[in-house]
């Protein structure tokens, strides 16, 4: 488990005390991408404290950054572009039309708007990290050390950019820093001008950045205790510094080769003094083969795959991967299905009933909060197959296959599968999977073959005999068609083609046993009435 291979390494570097940090801008709805940073962070943790490692688990959002980049619900909120994105008003209520939005008065502003909704996704999901804002810590002195150093050893830093990035851009005008003009309230469009070791003569530059325009104040102010912030570069190792920071992975487009992460690297072991913390790249997390952006409101949030997945099943889909594996995730189809059989299969071997270390490790770190009870956990294609059969009492049907009376994490267990079933059913599943018991023997049945019909008269005979589970039954039928000598195709489309007008369908074994076997007796013979 690649949690366990990380935690291992790290330990050979340092035994701890660790601390532990991950962050993210609230310029919008944050998207489910950046739910896998959270939670990689949180196991990383997790695991950390099993080793009764002193471990201190931090998240911050970066809500002193400006505002470059415009919302496309929000057009109003063009004159605020530049701004610190925590001295922006909350967006009105019903933004985006989405529903169940708080009003704008619960949240202070912008930033916490959307840091709140992205934090309260987060903590259903079982990370509870301390949080922390980086405009308190500007405004409180926390990062006066590092604006400091980026001023007092500016050349030295400008030096270790161009080194680093090779960049060519990086004149004698340039400083690491964003004085916050006292005119227009802008932080992204300023220019340092010049640095006295007490304050810093700065102007608003109209012309700065094409996102914004500077109101073209000049001014001399202290840049300390929220006077200005770092750029994001020089914020980092300045965060690192400050918080105490040992571990942190980030997203592989900060860690390319002279990039964001190189350049952080460098100026905290030239500058700050001090190593940079233990680090691990992660790809992206795909949803419908889409790389998500929050500024531009691109790809689902973060919210939304509470929408679709149960919490336990959404933390095993970004868990269960390796970092460096890339994650899509699309709703539609089988996908859901297909990830409660992995997800099952993960806690299986957790309770010890079949032999997998890997996945009972990928089990033990999708659990939200304590532990996940044994229990029965029927197959999710299974319940959803019996919610669309007419007078079927699932409980009884799956009490029925278990062979025992359910437990009371049985029943809970069940309840959350038959939710999300009638979710999948209803959004997210492929023609194939849906189906419907026909009143009447659908026409189709006139075409079956003599042997399908015999096939069909040789259960009818299984069925009047004795009561069947769906496995046995199951098991029956496979015995039978190759008895008459049918392929699967025929044999189980003849099944289909009486009961519900169509070549395929679920389980045959279990939907025939599932049904009241009167019924199921009756419109078999009458599709076998011509059998030889």
């Not at 539609?332 to 309770?351: K, M, V």
């Amino acid at each position: 488990m690649w949690v366990d291979l990380l935690v291992e390494n790290l330990l050979k570097r340092s035994p701890g005390p660790h601390v532990i940090n991950d962050a993210k801008t609230p310029s919008g709805h944050v998207t489910v991408a950046h739910l896998r940073g959270v939670l990689m962070h949180e196991c990383i943790s997790r695991a950390l404290r099993d080793k009764d490692v002193e471990t201190t688990f931090l998240y911050g959002f970066d809500d002193y950054d400006p505002m470059d980049d415009l919302p496309p619900s929000l057009p109003d909120y063009a004159r605020y572009m530049g701004m610190p994105l925590a001295e922006i008003p909350a967006p009105p209520e019903g933004v985006d039309g989405a529903p169940g939005r708080r009003p704008a008065a619960a949240a202070p502003n912008y930033a916490r708007y959307f840091a709140d909704e992205f934090e309260a996704v987060f903590t259903r999901l079982g990370a509870h990290p301390r949080i922390y804002r980086t405009s308190e810590m500007y405004r409180a002195g926390g990062f006066d050390r590092g604006i400091r150093l980026a001023l007092d050893r500016v050349a030295e830093i400008r030096e270790i950019w161009r080194e680093v990035t090779s960049s060519k851009r990086i004149d004698e005008n340039w400083w690491p820093v964003q004085v916050l003009c006292e005119r227009c309230g802008r932080i992204g469009t300023t220019n340092i001008l010049a640095w006295d070791g007490d304050e810093v003569e700065y102007v608003c530059a109209p012309d700065k950045v094409t996102w914004a325009q500077g109101c073209g104040h000049r001014g001399r102010r202290s840049p300390f205790r929220g006077g200005a912030k770092l750029l994001y570069r020089m914020e980092w190792p300045a965060k690192w510094d400050a918080l105490g920071v040992t571990v942190e992975g980030a997203g592989k487009d900060h860690m390319t080769r002279g990039g964001t992460h190189d350049v952080a690297v460098a100026l905290s072991e030239r500058i700050f003094g001090r190593p940079a913390p233990y680090a691990f790249a992660y790809e992206f997390l795909l949803y419908g083969g889409k790389k998500m952006s929050t500024s531009k409101a691109v790809g689902a949030t973060a919210r939304e795959i509470l929408e679709v997945l149960r919490e336990e099943l959404a933390r095993f889909l970004i868990v269960r991967p390796h970092p460096r594996k890339q994650v899509e995730f699309d709703p539609y189809g089988d996908t859901i299905p297909n990830l409660y059989d992995e997800y099952d299969r993960a806690a299986a071997a957790y309770f010890g009933e079949i032999a997998n270390e890997d996945l009972a490790r990928t089990f033990y770190f999708s659990r939200v909060d304590g532990e996940q009870p044994r229990c029965s956990r029927p197959r999710f294609s299974k319940v959803a197959q019996l919610m669309q059969i007419p007078s079927v009492d699932i409980f009884e049907a799956i009490e029925r296959d278990k062979g025992a009376p359910l437990t009371d994490a049985d029943r809970a267990e069940l309840a959350r599968r038959i939710e999300d079933a009638r979710r999948w059913l209803a959004a997210y599943a492929p023609d194939t999977a849906k189906f419907e018991i026909r009143p009447a023997l659908p026409e189709g049945a006139a075409t079956l073959s003599a042997a399908q019909r015999q096939y069909l008269a040789r259960i009818a005979d299984a069925l009047a005999a004795r009561r069947w589970t769906g496995e046995e039954l199951h098991t029956h039928l496979h015995a039978l068609k190759a008895e008459l000598g049918l392929g699967p195709r025929e044999a189980f489309g003849a099944i289909y083609q009486a009961l519900l007008g169509k070549d395929s369908g679920p389980q045959a074994g279990w939907l025939l046993a599932a049904l009241d076997p009167r019924f199921v007796q009756a419109r078999l013979r009458e599709a076998a009435r011509d059998a030889a």
